[in-house]
Structures are given as C-alpha cells and as structure tokens.
C-alpha cells in the first residue's frame, strides 16, 4: 500500500483523483472526523426520508448532506486555505447551527406526523444528527471565542504601552 515510488512522486505526476481523497492526517482529525460523520448520518437519514411516507422532508437531509460534503472536500484539500475572501469558521459555525434546529424541527414532525418504520428511523437518525451538528457548532464557537479573545489581548498591548 505505501508504494516508495508513489512517495517520491511529484505532485505533478500523481493522479488527478488522488487529489481529492483526504490524507490520514485530515481523517484523524476531530475536524475530519466530525464533518465524516455528518455527511454519513446526512446520506443515511436522506435514504430513510426517501424510503418512508415522509418523503417531503427529505430535501432537508440532501442539502445538509451536500453541503458537509463541500465542507468536508474544502478542509480535506485545504480549499479553505486557498480562498481568503471567506471567513470559513463563521460559515461552518451558520451550517452547524442552521443544520441542528431543521433536523430538530424536521425530526420532531417525523415523529408526531408519520407512523412508518423508515419515518421513525430517519427522526432517530435526524435527532442523532442534531447532536453531531450540535458538538461541531459547540466546537467552532469556543475555537471563535478563544481566535477573538487572543486578538482582544494583542489589541490591549499597544494600548498599554502608550499609557505606560
């Protein structure tokens, strides 16, 4: 599997679909980790929404699905690093808390309006994403609070120095 000739490669001369799988070092990561999740719980609720006779909230699970694998493919190849007019913490902040109210809303109205297996499979499954979606955006906020705080604290050093 760890081709010595493949290593030495330059970038060049790899594969174009090489390009879009994620390394190890991505995957390990809490970040990887979580938006993988995501994405699997999005695709798997999405299936059970399109199985049941809840099918009008299927849409909801499509687009989160779609939109963490975006998520997802732009961290993995470090697409976020390339585009600087984004502010990509606040946008994974609204996809988070944006993503964990409608699969709240959506899986609440599964449970109480359709009485299928697949429309309770996908509200358990939509209650299990709320929680992901919940844990990333709990993440993100503290990262945010600890990025303004350290930039609060660099801010004050001058102010100090002209009053000192």
Not at 99 to 120: D, H, M, N, R
């Amino acid at each position: 599997m760890d081709d010595p000739e493949s290593a030495e490669q330059p970038p060049a001369q790899r594969s174009a679909l090489s390009a879009l799988i994620p390394g190890r070092e991505f995957l390990a990561s809490r970040k990887g980790q979580l938006l993988l999740a995501e994405w699997v719980v999005s695709l798997i609720t999405f299936i059970c929404y399109v199985a049941s006779t809840a099918v009008s909230l299927m849409t909801v699970p499509l687009i989160e699905f779609l939109w963490a694998l975006f998520t997802f493919f732009a961290y993995s190849t470090k697409l976020n690093e390339q585009l600087k007019g984004i502010f990509w913490p606040l946008l994974d902040f609204i996809r988070c808390v944006s993503a964990a109210i409608i699969y709240f809303v959506i899986s609440l109205v599964a449970v109480s309006k359709y009485s299928c297996g697949a429309s309770k499979a996908a509200a358990v499954l939509g209650f299990i994403a709320t929680i992901v979606y919940a844990f990333d955006f709990y993440i993100i906020f503290n990262d945010l609070i600890e990025f303004l705080k350290k930039g609060d604290s660099t801010d004050d050093e001058p102010q100090r120095r002209k009053s000192g």
